[in-house]
């Protein structure tokens, strides 16, 4: 028997869904995504728990691909208005 919290996605496919999910939405409401509450809303109790799952076999390309649209994001912001980083 495996030691710690059971896998809150099974399959990439899974995981995958639940952020074109949570990007949509962003884009729906006119926010920008932010790691935070992409962890909060795929139902992580941390940042660092998302990053774990690149460790999982297939969900690297998924989380990395993720985490690269909202630190885009981050870039655009520094180009509008906000005078540092």
């Given at each position: 028997?495996?030691?710690?919290?059971?896998?809150?996605?099974?399959?990439?496919?899974?995981m995958?869904?639940?952020?074109?999910?949570?990007?949509?939405?962003?884009?729906?409401?006119?926010?920008?995504?932010?790691?935070?509450?992409?962890?909060?809303?795929?139902?992580?109790?941390?940042?660092?728990?998302?990053y774990?799952?690149?460790?999982?076999?297939?969900?690297?390309?998924?989380?990395?691909?993720?985490?690269?649209?909202v630190?885009?994001?981050?870039?655009?912001?520094?180009?509008e208005?906000?005078?540092?980083?």
């Amino acid at each position: 028997m495996g030691a710690g919290r059971p896998a809150i996605y099974e399959t990439p496919e899974l995981m995958q869904q639940a952020i074109e999910l949570y990007f949509k939405t962003c884009e729906a409401e006119k926010k920008k995504p932010t790691i935070t509450k992409l962890a909060y809303e795929l139902g992580f109790e941390s940042r660092q728990s998302f990053y774990d799952y690149e460790d999982r076999e297939g969900f690297s390309y998924i989380v990395k691909r993720a985490r690269l649209l909202v630190e885009s994001g981050y870039e655009d912001g520094l180009r509008e208005t906000a005078c540092t980083g």
